[in-house]
């Protein structure tokens, strides 16, 4: 199980060579029946020959020899046939398990139909029922029963070089709420396009789930609920237990990247200042919300033949999300060169009590959001309508999880200050969206620019299609995080952040000059340019560790990063202690 180079395999089960003509092969360390039941080496019919007479499959599989492609087709003909979303997402889910390229090579040849089975909004339904629908064990789990021995946890998972890791405590999942153990299909979910659509290889991820408890009593009184049964921790506790899961990784995966994923409002802000210094790390509820709304914002107003700075955005929501948009819009009205008065006077935010302004008492992480009370004198009032009045706010920005909070009267009340309003409901899931793109179009007879989180259909109205752009988080932490890895970067960054925001819009313009977002099927492409800016972005940052970067011109990065990305192919086996080198 070694290999002539100083360095670990890339798994116990297996490691990836290179043969004297540079071709990529695997060099499994296992054989017969138990190679069939390792996701990462199983090809099920298409082992060739060859391949079951030297691995010990002889007599094991269907005579058959198929290629990944019949497989594909014959999966998805299986696939369709399936009606109900979470059902859908179980077979994939089941696929994923059993034959991993299987599985990423029929989501990479569907990716615009899958997306919403993988991800939002049927991943919600599917942490909802994660306890039930479970079946074999996937990632890392680390709980208050085991914390003291995360070290030794750590060295069970058997991948040898991850790259990258979505960590969770299931404490805020999408618009959902707290969901106890069954957060770890958020994780799942998210590394699923990390692979389709970042080009990270599976075997260089690893989902984590943080089981700090629930607060939900109904779950703690499931007889089938599957995480720990007690309440949450809560301050130095949780903290030390984070501590804990952090300093382990870093030891068992000195290059990793953590993306900190659905915590709490006030865990999220808190978890990212303590360790982003500490290992890159980044929260995608707060800076992947953040540039891909700011990205989707700057394309509306290049549609509409104007600039971010001239715009009044209000913003209700004042969580992860809510926060994470509101910096990224003052980032960008600065670049525009606007001063801190004057995007004070342009960037509203609201929370459930209305509008933030700094003679509120409020949490930490809202103070920096707060509008001076100064601004408000003389107001008829500070919740939603009267401040979308009162501000004469020309943009719309729903991350509240509230369902239906944009009535008719707030519509029009934005349409009434632009001829072509901005208004983005982004909550999800689709029940929890502000309203309904039909009914925005409606309201404003056609005139508003619309996207949402959530995937809508187009809408027709007085015989005009609508398409209606997603501003899915998927445009985002992909190629931020696959760019992150081939710097080596040794922080996330603002900037970097902000970069991969102007990247997707930059992207959408060139390939879409009529859209806000490109479509969900364009994602890799999309992650593509994402990383290609983001490596550019860690270089001027001093945060890039990888060597041979300096001097390459974004056409050099961009073929750096093509060839890079993985893809869902077989690669042939061969018998270990054949010669070659590491991949």
Known sequence: MTTTEDRLPVTTHYDVRRDAQGRRYLEPFVKGFDLTRIPL?????????????????????????????????????????????????????????????????????????????????????????????????????????????????????????????????????????????????????????????????????????????????????????????????????????????????????????????????????????????????????????????????????????????????????????????????????????????????????????????????????KQSLATPKAVTDGWAGTDLLNVVREAKATVLLGLSGQGGIFSEDVVKAVHANAARPIVFPLSNPTANTEALPEDVLRWTDGAALVATGSPFAPVELNGQTYAIGQGNNAFIFPGLGFGAILAGASEITDEMVLEAAYALADYTARTHPGRLYPPVSELPEASVEVAVRVIGQTLRDGVAQEKGLDGLDEAALTDLVRARFWTPKYLPFRAPAQEGQQA
């Open 41 to 365: 080496l199983n090809k099920g019919t298409a082992f060739t020959h060859e391949e079951r007479e030297t691995l010990g499959l002889d007599g094991l599989i269907a005579p058959q020899v198929d290629t990944l492609e019949t497989l594909v087709d014959r999966l998805y003909r299986d696939y369709v046939q399936i009606q109900e979303p979470l059902d859908r997402h179980v077979f994939l889910r089941n696929l994923q398990d059993r034959n991993e390229v299987l599985f990423y090579a029929l989501l990479a040849a569907h990716v615009g139909e899958m997306l919403p089975i993988v991800y939002t909004p049927t991943v919600g339904q599917a942490v909802q029922e994660f306890s039930k629908i479970y079946r074999v064990p996937r990632g890392l789990m680390l709980s208050t029963d085991n914390i003291g021995r995360a070290e030794q946890a750590l060295e069970n998972v058997p991948l040898n070089d991850v790259r990258i890791i979505v960590a969770t405590d299931s404490s805020a999942i999408l618009g959902i709420g707290d969901q106890g153990f069954g957060g770890m299909g958020i994780s799942i979910g998210k590394l699923s396009l990390y692979v389709v659509a970042g080009g990270v290889g599976p075997d260089k991820t690893l989902p984590v789930e943080l089981g700090v408890g629930t607060n939900r009593q109904d779950l703690l009184d499931d007889p089938d609920y599957l995480g720990v049964r007690h309440r949450r921790l809560t301050g130095d506790e949780y903290l030390a237990f984070v501590d804990r899961f952090v300093e382990a990784t870093r030891k068992r995966y000195p290059k990793a990247i953590i993306q900190w994923e659905d915590f709490s409002k006030d865990a999220a802000f808190q978890v990212l200042e303590r360790y982003r210094k500490v290992v890159p790390s980044f929260n995608d509820d707060i800076q992947g919300t953040g540039a891909v709304t700011l990205a989707g914002v700057l394309r509306a107003c290049a549609v509409k033949g104007e600039r971010l700075a001239e715009q009044v955005i209000v913003i209700h929501g004042a969580g992860a999300g809510g926060a994470g948009v509101a910096t990224a819009i003052r980032e960008g009205l600065k670049r525009e060169g606007l001063g801190a008065d004057e995007i004070a006077q342009r960037v509203f935010v609201l929370d459930s009590r209305g509008l933030l302004t700094d003679d509120r008492q409020m949490e930490d992480y």
